[in-house]
């Protein structure tokens, strides 16, 4: 089979749907299949795939994502692939990741009121830009089958836009057991010397590139209530939040602890007690697998799809609001000991043991190879 895939970007260090992207490349290309990339950017980590980078221009990013969806179809349209597969809002296409989950209600959630969801569309064209995309996606004839990485934005695809249940395709992410597994408690004493935190200290990691939507703001005010944790921040993030955060914890600015983007995130995962992830809305957080893979207790909301792979107090906690600091604080003071983080972590790592990119690509292959029979016939 020929493949396209379609994506925003593909890299391994720019965030977890951007991994995605170069896992499945690379996992397809594997399998024997041909694989080209059409992007706006890709690092060198896809070597040996070929991309054609989409160029787009545009004063507005509404603009630019409607541009790069009609650019796209442009390219395919003279291309001779036998699979469309968009990780990205493109139309038409054979099958589509939802890999962002469904714009629609993350509008309903950030913007409770019709009144606020309004105002947006006026003064933010890259709403309604992203909404109508999603609905061209949806639409009959544009899209033959898509994927959510979890139950609940297959729920979400169901009622928001009427998808059939058969149509609908549960596939979770892979992860990469080789780069992330409890082995990496090896880099805890370099990376703790190296950021100035104690040994003995007990420590939450926080990985997001999106501090605001991911919770960053409930982890500073829970924090003042466990004064006994250090966080451990890695990601690119505001630096005006980073700044509040410091000011607001005023002498415990210092249990704040600010890495940075990084391109061997892994090593975090075995610096940390237990990884926090108070997530406002995640289809699926990559991040939170990672952690869970690594041998850390992970505490998300129930607004995310990797929350379906813990059990409550067996291997992490589940809140069920992304905002209740009080909560959140009383969580940490119950894992501020090391023999429940063990025990804990013990049991994440077996939850999601199973989760593997080769399951994940030969699942993504059966669909691709159902794609081809339907179009054959």
Known sequence: MKIALVGRGFSTSWGGAERVGVNLAK??????????????????SVDGIAVTQVRVSG?????????????????????????????????????????????????????????????????????P??????????????????????????????SFFGVPSDKIRVIYNGIDHSVFNPDLKKHRKDVRERLGIGQQDVVALFVSNNWKRKGFGTII????????????????????????????????GGNLFFAGAS??????????????????YDPCSNACL?????????????????SEFITEGRNGFILDYWNDDDKLAELFMRLKGSGERRRMGRAAALAVKGLTIENCTSQIIELCELVMKEKAT
């Not at 996992?27 to 060198?44: E, F, Q, T, W």
């Not at 909404?131 to 695809?157: D, F």
Request: aromatic share 10%; charged share 20%; glycine share 10%.
């Open 263 to 280: 391109q061997t995130v892994e090593e975090y995962y075995g610096a940390a007690d237990f990884f926090v992830l108070p997530t406002r």
């Open 27 to 44: 996992s397809l290309k594997a399998a024997g299949h041909g694989v080209a990339l059409y992007s706006a950017r890709a690092d060198p």
């Open 129 to 158: 830009a992203m909404l109508r995309l999603e609905k061209k996606i949806m639409a009959p004839g544009n899209c033959r089958y898509v994927i959510t990485n979890s139950k609940l934005v297959k729920g979400h695809m169901e």
């Open 59 to 127: 004063f507005s990013s509404a603009l630019k994502i409607l541009g790069f969806s009609k650019k796209v179809g442009q390219l395919l349209d003279a291309g001779d692939q036998d699979i469309v597969f968009g990780l990205t809002q493109i139309y038409p296409l054979d099958i589509y990741r939802a890999g962002g989950g469904v714009y629609a209600h993350w509008m309903r959630m950030r913007y409770p009121s019709f009144y606020q969801r309004l105002l947006k569309f006026i003064f933010a064209p890259v709403h």
């Open 290 to 306: 990672e952690a869970m893979a690594s041998g850390l207790p992970v505490i998300t909301t129930t607004e995310n799809g990797a």
């Open 221 to 252: 005010r829970a924090m003042a209530k466990a004064p006994y944790l250090k966080v451990l921040v890695v990601g690119r993030g505001s630096t005006a939040l980073q700044n509040a955060a410091v000011k607001r914890m005023g002498m415990g």
